[in-house]
């Protein structure tokens, strides 16, 4: 595997003083959290993915949910006092994000959004989510997460 870069994700971490590990893999088309797991050897409910949605009037939002769990939009919308809540299109997460979706981190974020998280991920004692590039993860302790984003914790997940 190549060198691990050098994000906006991982000079955020550096900057603020959050430890973490990066983690390259084999990056597969379509292949989500699963793959990521697998390559990683972890849990895939460990492996944390960032998804760019967007509410009814177009504003944006991130939602990080455990890989082996969907959200539920509706109750998403409902926490967070929108009407709906629905998944960005691609090209309209990545101009959101500042980066291409399947390497999407809410970290280093091009334009400021607010961060909804389901609780329970900071249950966990160390978790994987996108260092900002396709096929790299950097693992770190949720309460270092929380210290560097405000997050919102949600309750959103659907087995």
């Known amino acids: 595997m190549s060198k691990t870069p050098s994000t906006n994700a991982t000079r955020l971490l550096k900057q603020v003083g959050i430890p973490f590990t990066e983690h390259l893999y084999r990056y597969e088309e379509h292949g989500g959290t699963k793959v990521s797991a697998r390559e990683l050897g972890v849990g895939e409910h460990a492996v944390i993915k960032t998804l760019v949605m967007e509410d009814e009037l177009g504003a944006p939002l991130i939602i990080l949910m455990h890989g082996d769990r969907e959200v539920s939009t509706k109750e998403l919308a409902r926490q967070t ?64 997460l929380e210290r560097v984003l405000k997050v919102n914790w949600v309750r959103v997940a659907i087995p």
């Not at 291409?100 to 280093?108: A, M, N, Y």
Request: a positive charge.
């Open 81 to 144: 006092g929108a009407k709906s809540v629905q998944p960005c299109k691609p090209e309209v997460a990545n101009r959101h994000s500042g980066y291409l979706v399947g390497g999407t981190s809410p970290l280093g974020l091009k334009k400021a959004m607010p961060v909804h998280a389901e609780a329970t991920i900071f249950e966990l004692d160390r978790i994987y989510l996108n260092g900002g590039s396709r096929g790299f993860l950097v693992g770190l302790d949720p309460k270092d």
